[in-house]
């Protein structure tokens, strides 16, 4: 008889916070996303900085009879300078787009319109929704320069008024129609009052709801590589997240460039953020830089690495401090004075290299030292192997810190593969924060390899959290996919993946028991993994150098033969080597490299340009070995396990030895590469 016996009282593993999520602001996640402001470039702040074809009047529009100009002289604050100056015949307008097809309102429903506005005359601005067809789906009068004196000239005043929607629309622009006059505005805003938990200035109801009930056990913000990826100065247009400019009243917010390529104007800043943890039930888990760029290699100067150490300790005080404190009193000023309750903080996001490795202990031994109760996380890079990966649970290893996070992306064949990933690891070392995976892709296939890898994940007895990622897509902004929630103006989509973290998530248990089966039916793996005949080609990647020595042998029969030298080039030229129409085969050659910073590209089993397996050396500046399947246009990638994936400038002798197209259910082939490295 089939059974399945569970040991109810065997404990097996403490679950503890096991499931949680990630936001990052990537795929417009927050504006345009989450955070429920529908007008776009509300501030007139955005610049090419963000993006290239950003200006400051990106996604606004004019009537012809109107003048604008945007001005910086006397502006709103100091962190908003840039304003919208408007010189306007009776009747003319200016419109903002929103995002997607535009702004959506629904008939029946309030929203909350504001600006700062400054203006010598008492007149009346019709503010109004209307689609380009010109559907009036709202409209109501603001009547400025009442309120104050006109003594008063020269100051900025803040006006709000609720538009009702009478239609519905997911195209509508918002329309401010003047009377003649010469206005400044700043800061103009329209939110639905319909937000999650109905807050004022509040998150996009929809998506947030979706997030509450999953009932996740954290949240880790606000990155990703949105944390580290960027300047060390947090005055610049494009610096790095750093939480304490973040707060205070929106419109004193800087905004950044987001380095996903748009622009942040941290209306969703770290108050929010903690806020919404607290709403929806998560721990909050933030991440802070620490004090080094990976994608530049660019370090803060060490004697001036306490100031950020300090941004971490505050941090903690920030969350958890008494309201007398001095940061707890800044949390209490925006209308939290109790706790957040932290107990989790990530140092580092996939910073690999020295010079993060060298600072990591710096805020490790200060932040222990003062609250030892945090749970201090390391990071291990962004491979699930190599370098960095070793470097980061070396350095969690010597430090102590408490996990590691750790981040993949792969093929649903490479989760098969790997269930047992962890099953080996030393639970009493520091633990695995499984921050940031996913199989490529949200078919119900993706879903069920990753339901079964979590299966995997409650079972392993040193994987103490995991999220996946990303977590938010707008469809019209996609930085990269696949991603668990996608959404437009108006609507959101639950893939099988959201579906399947929820499953995990909101039914997790306390404690994972004991349990033994028998007499299951045997497990028959069946395959049809076609040989991996076909051409093989190399390419340099951003480098040039020579290869020479070049030999193709049938390893199943022993015959070889030699292929002509050549010189790869920046031009990143495809070079023909062989064609392959051997199962076994091997391929030796020397390669030196004369320019360049990155590696080689080696295409094999090549049908055509949409067909083919790509061995990559030397990627993302030289940091990265991946094998990647590329067929129909779909990329699949494998990292791979290699200590010497670098390319040096010395001459190398390459063996891919026992290419076999044996069909294997996790693995097309086997590949072993020795590469001889001589001065
Ligand atoms: O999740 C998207 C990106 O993937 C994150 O920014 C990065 O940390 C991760 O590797």
């Known amino acids: 008889m089939k059974t399945i016996t569970i040991y109810q009282q065997e404990g097996y593993k403490e679950l503890g916070d096991l499931y949680g999520l990630f936001f990052e602001d990537i795929n417009h996640a927050a504006d345009g996303g989450l955070y429920g402001e529908l007008v776009q470039n ?110 008063d000239v020269g100051d900025w005043y803040k006006y709000e008024l609720v538009l009702t929607a009478t239609e519905t629309t997911y195209e509508g622009r918002l329309v401010l129609t003047f009377e003649e006059g010469v206005y400044d505005l700043d800061m103009v805003s329209l939110f639905p009052q319909d937000t999650f938990l109905g807050k004022k200035g509040g998150l996009r109801r929809d998506i947030a709801e979706a997030l509450q009930e999953m009932k996740p056990k954290f949240m880790r913000f606000p990155g990703g590589c949105l944390v580290h990826d960027g300047s060390l100065n947090d005055k610049d247009r494009n610096s790095m997240y750093r939480w304490r400019r973040t707060l205070g009243p929106v419109e004193e917010r800087p905004t950044w460039r987001n380095n996903w390529r748009y622009n942040q104007t941290l209306g969703l800043g770290y108050y929010e953020y903690f806020c919404f943890c607290e709403e929806i039930g998560a721990k909050p888990l933030p991440v802070l830089p620490g004090g080094f760029n990976p994608h530049k290699g660019e370090g803060v100067p060490m004697e001036d690495l306490q100031e950020w150490v300090q941004e971490a300790l505050d941090l903690v005080e920030f ?37 993060f490795f060298e600072r990591y202990p710096y805020f490790h031994n200060a932040i222990r030292a003062k609250y030892p109760e945090i749970k201090l996380i390391n990071t291990a890079g962004p491979f699930s192997v190599g370098e960095g990966y070793e470097d980061g649970w070396n350095s969690a290893r010597k ?86 929630l996608w ?18 998530m909101s039914n997790q248990g306390t404690a994972e028991v004991a349990y033994s089966t028998s007499d299951l039916d045997e497990v028959i793996v069946l395959t049809d993994n076609p040989a991996l005949h076909g051409d093989i080609t ?23 033969r030699k ?32 320019a360049g ?45 290699s200590s010497m994936w670098r390319i040096w400038n010395t001459v190398c002798v390459w063996r891919f030895a026992d290419v076999i197209s044996e069909p294997l259910l996790m693995a097309k082939f086997t590949m072993i590469l020795w590469i001889d490295c001589r001065s």
């Open 597 to 641: 910073r990155k590696g080689l590209k080696i295409y094999f089993g090549k049908k055509d340009s949409d067909n083919s397996i790509l061995w990559e050396f030397g990627g993302w500046d030289n940091w990265d070995c991946n094998l990647t399947e590329i067929s129909m246009a779909e990329v699949q990638l494998f990292p791979i396990e």
């Open 319 to 355: 969350a958890n401090g008494t309201a007398d404190s001095k940061w707890g009193a800044v949390r209490a000023g925006m209308g939290h004075p109790e706790s957040f309750g932290l107990e989790y903080l990530g140092i580092g996001n996939e910073e690999i290299g020295e010079g």
């Open 563 to 594: 292929l002509p030298d050549f010189m790869v080039d920046k031009e990143n030229v495809e070079n023909y080597l062989t064609e392959a129409a051997c199962d076994n085969y091997s391929l030796e050659f020397s390669f030196k490299r004369s």
């Open 399 to 484: 430090y102590g810190s408490d996990l590691v996070d750790e981040h993949y992306y792969s093929s649903p064949e490479w989760f098969l593969a790997n269930m047992h990933h962890y099953d080996d690891f030393d639970e009493k070392g520091p633990k695995v924060f499984l921050g940031g995976y996913a199989s490529w892709g949200n078919t119900f296939y993706n879903a069920l390899v990753e339901a079964a890898y979590m299966t995997h994940l409650e079972k392993a007895k040193a994987v103490a959290l995991a999220c996946y990622a990303p977590m938010l897509c707008n469809v019209d902004y996609v930085n990269w996919k696949p991603d668990m």
């Open 538 to 560: 190399i390419m340099g990647n951003d480098v040039e150098g020579r290869i020479w020595d070049i030999t193709f042998t049938n390893t199943a029969t022993g015959e070889s």
């Open 42 to 151: 509300r501030s007139f702040e955005f610049c090419e900085v963000d993006k290239p074809e950003y200006h400051s009047l990106t996604a606004w529009e004019k009537s012809d009879n109107l003048v604008w100009s945007v001005e910086t002289g006397n502006p709103l604050n100091k962190e908003n300078t840039h304003y919208l100056h408007v010189e306007a015949k009776k009747g003319s307008c200016i419109r903002n787009q929103g995002y997607n097809s535009g702004i959506y309102v629904e008939a029946g429903k309030n929203y909350d319109f504001s600006v700062y506005l400054r203006t010598t005359i008492s007149a009346k601005i019709t503010i109004a929704v209307r689609t380009d067809e010109g559907k009036l789906c709202a409209e109501a009068a603001l009547m400025v320069g009442k309120e104050k004196e006109l003594s």
């Open 487 to 504: 959404f437009d103006n108006h609507r959101i989509l639950k893939t099988p993946n959201y579906y399947v973290q929820k499953l995990f």
